[in-house]
């Protein structure tokens, strides 16, 4: 966070803007230092790139830091980032380590619901169902829900 907040104060007006999907804005940045802002933010660490997998997801805390997760959602996001083949869209993957649904306020094209450690029921985002969505599995491992995801995002690139 210091390295980001020097970049915005060299390259900006020193703002920094924490998102409601995670992420992290540079306001006011000449277009000409974006591609500068964009090197330096990656040096530091950050994911600048949408099309990396982990850049399309949300995490909840998770049982790191709260009593009510049912599995670590932030270390299982890394994993399952790790095991997606296919590009997808931003913020597009939601791990939720209970029903509360704090990461989140909104529903994501894909909610992964823990059920237990690193298991999760997997369902797809559809205004004509209520709640999470269409079932898209049941207590899946990681490895099973990343090749859900990739087969559904192969058959539905729009998603
Ligand atoms: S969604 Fe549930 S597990 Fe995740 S931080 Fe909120 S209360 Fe905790």
Redesign the pocket.
């Known amino acids: 966070m210091r390295g980001a907040a020097h970049l915005a104060s060299s390259l900006g007006d020193a703002s920094l803007r924490m998102t409601p999907w995670q992420s992290l804005l540079l306001p006011n940045l000449a277009a000409t230092d974006a591609e500068l802002a964009l090197a330096g933010l990656a040096a530091l660490g950050l994911l600048c790139d949408p099309a990396q997998p982990l850049a399309r997801m949300v995490a909840?805390?998770?049982?790191a830091?709260?009593?009510?997760?049912?599995a670590d959602?932030k270390a299982d996001a890394v994993q399952l980032a790790a095991l997606l083949r296919e590009p997808g869209p931003v913020a597009g993957i939601h791990l939720?380590?209970?029903?509360?649904?704090?990461?989140l306020a909104h529903r994501a094209p894909a909610t992964l619901l823990?059920v237990g450690p690193g298991h999760y029921d997997l369902y797809f985002h559809d205004p004509a169902q209520p709640g999470l969505g269409a079932p898209g599995g049941r207590n899946l491992t990681l490895k099973e829900a990343g090749a859900q995801l990739d087969a559904r995002l192969r058959s539905n690139p729009d998603d």
Do not use: F
């Open positions: 909840c805390t998770g049982s830091g709260c009593a009510k997760a049912l959602t939720s380590g209970c029903a509360r649904s704090c990461a823990a």
